[in-house]
C-alpha cells in the first residue's frame, strides 16, 4: 500500500467513527420506547402510523410473535414489488414504454429485494420504469433496512432483558421509528448532497446525444458507423442515497456506483464507502448503550 492509501484509510476510518458514535446515541434512544429528545413533534406523525395499522405502540411481543410479524410485513413486501414489475408496461411513470418484467426476474428481484440480498439480475435502465424504480425498489430498499434494523433492537433487547422478559418490543413500532427516525431524514441529507455532486434526479425521457467522434463497428459481418448515444435518465439521487445506507445492492443502473450518474466524484465515492458502514457502526455503539455496559 503507498502512503497516500494509508493515509486515505486512517481518515475513511476515522470519519466513520466520529459520525457513528453520536448516531449511536440517537440509535439507542430510538430503539427505547418514547419520543426522542427534540424530536417529540414527529410523535404525532408516529401515532398516527399506529393509528391506521391498529397497533398499540406500548404493546410488547414474545420472539415468536416478532419473528412471525417480520416474516408477513417481508412477505407482503416481496408480493408488492412482484406485482408492479408484473404490471409495469400499464402503470405511469414509464417514459421510454418499457414492458413488464418477465415472471422468473420479477420473483428474483421481489425475493432479494425483500431479503436485503438485491442481487440484481437486470439492467436498471433498460428493463425497469421509473415507478418501479421509485415505488417497488427503492420502498423495498426502505423496508429490508428497517428489517435489519429490527433484527439488531430484538437482539439487543434480548440481552438487555436478561431473562426477567419475554418480550423483545414490537416489531412494527420498531419498523416505524427507524424509518421515521433514521432512514428517511439521512436519506434525505445524502440525496440532497449527491444531487450537488452531480447524480441526477429527474422524471425525463432517455436523452439523445451527438458524440463527440463518430464510433464504427462491425455488426453481422456489416460494417456501421454511429455517431449518437442514448443517455438514461430518472430519480436517482433518491434511490442511491438508501441504497447505500441501508447496505443494499441493486442501483438504479445496471453498473450501480460504478456509472458516474450514480457516483460521479471521488467525494462521493468517499461518502457512499462510508454510508455502507455508518448504521452498522453505529449499532455497535447503540448495543453498549442499551446493555447498559458500554465496553461492549
Not at 129 to 154: D, E, H, P, W
Not at 199 to 214: G, M, R, T
Not at 263 to 278: A, D, E, K, R, Y
Request: aromatic share 14%; proline share 4%.
Amino acid at each position: 500500500m503507498t502512503i497516500q492509501s494509508i493515509l486515505l484509510l486512517v481518515v475513511f476510518l476515522g470519519v466513520l467513527l466520529a459520525l457513528a458514535y453520536p448516531l449511536g446515541f440517537y440509535l439507542a434512544k430510538v430503539g427505547e420506547p418514547g419520543p426522542v429528545k427534540g424530536l417529540g413533534w414527529m410523535s404525532k406523525v408516529e401515532n398516527l402510523f399506529y393509528r391506521i395499522a391498529g397497533t398499540k405502540a406500548t404493546s410488547g411481543m414474545n420472539w415468536k410473535t416478532y419473528a412471525i410479524s417480520l416474516l408477513a410485513f417481508n412477505a407482503l413486501g416481496a408480493f408488492f414489488v412482484y406485482g408492479v414489475q408484473r404490471l409495469q408496461v400499464w402503470l405511469p411513470l414509464n417514459p421510454q414504454e418499457f414492458g413488464s418484467v418477465s415472471p422468473d426476474s420479477s420473483f428474483n428481484t421481489a425475493v432479494s429485494f425483500a431479503s436485503n440480498t438485491n442481487w440484481q439480475g437486470y439492467g436498471g435502465e433498460s428493463t425497469m420504469s421509473y415507478l418501479t424504480q421509485m415505488l417497488a425498489l427503492t420502498g423495498q430498499n426502505f423496508f429490508s433496512a428497517a428489517t435489519g434494523i429490527a433484527v439488531v433492537y430484538a437482539l439487543i433487547r434480548g440481552f438487555s432483558s436478561r431473562g426477567v422478559s419475554k418480550e423483545i418490543g414490537n416489531f412494527w413500532v420498531v419498523i416505524t421509528r427507524s424509518t421515521l427516525y433514521v432512514l428517511l431524514p439521512l436519506s434525505v441529507v445524502f440525496a440532497v448532497f449527491l444531487m450537488s455532486q452531480g447524480v441526477i434526479q429527474n422524471f425525463s425521457a432517455y436523452q439523445e446525444v451527438n458524440l463527440i467522434d463518430p464510433v464504427a463497428y462491425t455488426q453481422a459481418e456489416t460494417s456501421m458507423t454511429t455517431t449518437t448515444q442514448t443517455l438514461a435518465m430518472g430519480p436517482v439521487a433518491s434511490q442511491e442515497a438508501i441504497k447505500m445506507l441501508g447496505t443494499n445492492g441493486g442501483g438504479f443502473f445496471n453498473a450501480n456506483s460504478a456509472h458516474p450518474f450514480e457516483n460521479p466524484t471521488p467525494l462521493t465515492n468517499f461518502f457512499q464507502m462510508l454510508s455502507i458502514f455508518l448504521i452498522p457502526a453505529a449499532l455497535c455503539f447503540a448495543f453498549g448503550r442499551m446493555v447498559g455496559d458500554s465496553r461492549q
